[in-house]
C-alpha cells in the first residue's frame, strides 16, 4: 500500500515491514531502450568509408616516366592560418602578433569555430562553457591574433550577422586528413594514405589541459579512428606486396593514436 513508487508492505511469514523500490514506467522504457541498443548487431558506417553504394570515385593517378604513379591528392602547404590537433595543439601561420596569455584557450576556441561554422554567440559560450564576458574578450583577442589575409581581409571577421565563421582558408590537419580520405579510405592510393599518416605528431590534443577541450571528445575519437583505419588499410596492403618497412611504419603511426588497437598490434 501506500505511495506506488514507494510502497510498503508485508511478508507473510516473515517479522516486520517491507519497503519496494518501484521504478516509474517512463524510467523503465528508457533503460529497456539502452539495452536493446546496447545488444543491437547493427552498426553504423564511418564517413572515411567508401561503402558499397559510394558514388565518389578515387582520384586518378598522374604517370610520371621512370617513376612510379602518384596520387592526384596532395597537402600543398598554404600560407594561412593551421590549427594542429594530432599531436599537441597549436596554431600556425598566423600573421597577428601572438598573444602573451592564455594561448591555449585561443586555440581551442579557433578549433572549435573550426568544428562549428557559423555558429551563434550563445551557441558558442554554451559549447565551450564560458562566460559571454569572457567569449568576447577572448574572440576579440583571437581575432588579432589570426590577423589578415594578403588581401586585408581578417581572418576572423567581426560577426555582425550574429553568426560567427572563420575565413574560408583557416584550416587544422584534421580537415586536411578528411578531405584526403574523403573518396574511402578503401579507395584512395597508397600516396594518399602515407600522406594522412604523416600528419601524426602524437595522440590527439595531446596536451589538453583537464578540463579544456571538453566538448572535443568526438572530435578526438574521430580522429583517432580514421587515423587509426588509414594504418590498418595501408598496413595490410604493404604486408600483401611484402613491404615490410611500409607495413611497420604504417602500424607504428596508428598505434600512436591508437595504442591498444588489436589490428594493429597484430
Not at 3 to 8: L, N, R, S, T
Not at 132 to 150: H, K, Q
Not at 238 to 245: F, K
Not at 257 to 263: F, G
Request: net charge negative.
Amino acid at each position: 500500500t501506500g505511495d506506488p513508487y514507494a510502497p510498503v508492505g508485508r511478508l507473510a511469514g516473515a517479522p516486520g515491514t517491507l519497503q519496494a523500490h518501484a521504478i516509474p514506467e517512463a524510467t523503465r522504457a528508457g533503460v529497456a531502450k539502452l539495452f536493446r541498443a546496447a545488444d543491437d548487431p547493427a552498426t553504423t558506417q564511418a564517413p572515411w568509408w567508401s561503402g558499397e553504394d559510394a558514388n565518389v570515385l578515387a582520384l586518378p593517378h598522374i604517370p610520371r616516366r621512370g617513376e612510379e604513379p602518384v596520387d592526384v591528392v596532395r597537402l600543398v602547404p598554404a600560407d594561412h592560418p593551421r590549427v594542429l590537433l594530432i599531436g599537441p595543439t597549436d596554431l600556425l601561420g598566423a600573421t597577428g602578433p601572438e598573444p602573451a596569455r592564455s594561448r591555449q584557450h585561443l586555440i581551442e576556441f579557433c578549433a572549435w569555430l573550426l568544428e562549428h561554422p557559423d555558429s551563434s554567440p550563445t551557441a558558442m559560450a554554451a559549447g565551450l562553457q564560458v562566460a559571454e564576458g569572457t567569449r568576447r574578450s577572448n574572440l576579440s583577442r583571437l581575432r588579432n591574433w589570426l590577423g589578415d589575409d594578403p588581401e586585408g581581409r581578417h581572418y576572423l571577421p567581426d560577426a555582425y550577422s550574429g553568426r560567427i565563421m572563420l575565413h574560408g582558408a583557416v584550416t587544422s590537419d584534421w580537415h586536411e586528413v578528411q578531405l584526403l580520405l574523403a573518396p574511402g579510405v578503401d579507395r584512395v592510393g597508397d600516396a594518399t594514405l602515407l600522406t594522412a599518416l604523416e600528419q601524426v605528431r602524437g595522440a590527439p590534443l595531446a596536451d589538453a589541459a583537464p578540463g579544456q577541450w571538453h566538448w572535443a571528445e568526438e572530435l578526438r575519437t574521430d580522429i583517432s579512428s580514421a587515423l587509426r583505419d588509414a594504418g590498418v588499410v595501408l598496413a595490410e596492403r604493404a604486408l600483401a606486396r611484402g613491404d615490410i618497412d611500409l607495413a611497420r611504419w604504417a602500424a607504428a603511426r596508428g598505434l600512436v593514436v591508437a595504442p591498444e588497437d588489436e589490428l594493429l598490434l597484430c
